[in-house]
């Protein structure tokens, strides 16, 4: 334990408004360091409001994203500490002002949140430093570049080349060559689409990334680092699709799987150890190339692929949401201990000790519009009875939420609230967290949605069942020494080492 | 019989013409005289042709129901209620639908969600048989729905985050490049819609069962049907017909094209040399789901000019799935005995004698015209010109159907259920 102060109780500053805010908040007020909560939140998160106020601190509303706006309120609170929870806040200097007026501050500075903003610097980076389980890609700045390229692109993805809230991914499969001239439409048309949304960004030069298709099993692999030592997290699976059964549009997570112990049944302890190593690398040379120390979160958002075994899909400069909420069961180490340490640089030797006999299963409540039309998503009553939810053993996260001025919960247009349950099977956390979701009901008769399917035991035997088939290619690619090796060869002009090419054209 | 395909596209970027086309033709092989695509522009439009092109011409959009017939049992219902207006496909015709879609149009109405509908669809009680379906509409809501009955079964695929594809086999979603997701259950549906997919479960008390034509005759090899692989349930039936075979053979053949599979089991399991016997002429028609005895003929003829020299002097083991008349293994005996001149014939059936009718409309078995229902043993070996007969007994359907976690119709087996 850091003792950098001499009084009772440590005043912790926490930015941010959601669901994984409210995780923070929960784990560290059990600290032992005795702490005051003071939160900066774009709006009224009720669980935040909560937790500031019964540790004896207090809410701020601000704009989170304004290095002035939340520096004020740090000048006002004079905090031991901050922590910065979601990546805007990191993107837009919080961090990094508040670091030069002081402050003891836990999350990356703008400049290693670049990992997480810019997808093209993360690719990069993984290619410059030779980093296992890196993508093929290209990047463009100009509308016609990206559709010249794209009419001879093969099997690929389009993104956005900056994060845009965990959305925008197209995955489009084209192994089928019978339907590969109307996906080159489609492809174009998404260019578009995706062109015209990016524009509103000014702080990036390149709009659009074309990757290498993969596919397989994902999962999120989280740690805590002063820029030297990392303590890991347990690996936690999210789940993007926005309806039952992996169907549906791409969102921000609809729910969350962990244990028991430190990896979900369907990845192996090898997988586990060079996914940690894979973190580790692109850490270490996120930090030679840019020369300043990461003190924060980060994550790898990862996925077990035939290409390569573990892969990075794409990295966050913070923990995950709804990862984040597993942890609320699990951790048993002092929590505020782990980021106060990690933020003074202090974090060699530290250990993080969870129960390793807990399955959680975290579930997502969502009003309908959520996650592609959030305007009619927006403004809806909804009731939360946490009582019944407490007395069955499982907890409430406040996310997309903020109190009206009668005192009602309303949505805000993206995940409401995470319910976070846990037992010591699948099959008790899954039937806890569907007995759970329940209890959260919407007032004006406007539908909300969660996935059924999370976390239920047939659909942990379908990951298994996938991640073993997964293992069998990636396992003979190491054998034959080819690993994210992929060749195309297209007839009278060549082989190049380069996936993203398509060897029909159209 | 039918192959029901519906496709939601959450994203409207997409025009699901070529979708519709590939994963018709993927769904052939269940019927390919008639086709019919229903589509949702501010109301309901349902177009049918003899022929993909003709129906997957009028798709343009991202929503889209689609359906392949055997003959002309198309098992389309459209109700027109006061500004809900829904089309429902069918995979068995029957009456009922009519009320079915008179009800969830109603339903829909009314409430939009899954309680309207799971009320609509429970209110026709145990004794109404419901087959399974899908339907669009004209606010351009997906509806599928697995009959309580589980004789028929659906699946669903997803593919990337941009469709949901639902489908009586699993070929259509994996030649459309979609993963297959979830094998509906007896009662289960989905509501899809632009900001929602939502399941719901009839309750029922009816014990649910699949058909064993399903699995026997109608899936194509490559399917996986409710968790169990195709392929590998029809060896399985080939091994046992094997293990109780005492003649001697020289060489196995199967009856094109369904029946490969039995008799490369077989073939493994007496030792014998499996051949190819029969090349085929035009494209691949079930001779099985053609009814007008003269097109049936057509269809078996044009299926058989046989390769002479793998069996010319032979004692020939033919295999085939089932023997609903005996009229595609009497033309074949023919052609073994006359034409390539064969030793012997020997003739093993991957499943019991057909005794009985289909309650269910699903295999249309006139009683008139079923061989083992009729004929006496010895005048079946005399009619087909045969050596030796072998069905499989009811108890082996029921072991195999055990081992694969099946529930099995037997019905015109004379049997309840297998399994």
Redesign the interface.
Known sequence: MVVSFLGEFMKVLVVGSGGREHALTLLISRSMLNPKIYIVMDYRNPGLERISEKSGGRWFIATTTSPKEVGKTAEEVSPDLVIIGPEEPQFSGVSTYLREKGFIVFGADAKCAEIEKSKVFARTLMWKYEIPGRLYFKAFRSIDEAKKFIEFAGDVVIKPARQAGGKG????????A??SK?KVN?KK??ID?LYSEMESYGDIDYKILVEQRVEGVEYTAQVITDGSSFVFLPIIQDH???????????TGGMGSISGPGWIPPFLDQEEFERTKDIVAKVLYSLSVEIGINYMGAFAGQMMLTGVWGPTVIEFYSRFGDPEASNLVPIVVSDFLDLLDRAARQKLASAKLEIDEEKVVVVKAVAP???P??KR?AIDHPIKVDEDRIKDIGCEVLYASVSIGPDGNLYTRGSRAVEIVCYGSSYEEAYSLSEKAVTYVESLDGW?L?HR?DIGSPWLVRERIKLAEKIRRIYSDRARRGVLGEMYVWIPGEGIYSNPLLSPVRW | MTGLLAIYAFDDLWNLGPYIRYGLMSLQHRGAENYVVCISEGDVKCYTANNIDNVSEHVATNKVIAATYSNRDEALYIHKEDGLDIAVLADIPNAVLEEVAKELSRALKKDGTVKGVTRALENFGAKEYIPSFIAITNRGDIIVWRSVSGLTPLVLGGYGFDMAIVSSETTAIDILGADTRRFLLPGEGLLISRYLLTKFNTASAINPRLCLFEILYLARHDAIVDNVSVYSFRKSLGKELGERFNRDVDVVVGVPETAIPYAIGFSQTINKPFELAFIATGGRVRSMLRFDPREKLIAIHLKMNPIRHSLEGKRVAIVDDSMVTGSTIKTISQILRYRVGVDEVHLLIASPPLISTCPYNIMKLDMESLLAANLSKEMALKYLEVDSLSWLQPEVIDSVAKMYRLKLCGKCFGREFFG
Do not use: M
């Open positions: 991914v197209k995955v489009l499969k084209d192994t089928q019978y339907l109307d489609i048309n998404y689409k993007p699709h926005a309806y039952e059964f992996d169907t549906g549009p791409e309908v519009g959520y592609d039309n009619i539908s949605f059924g």
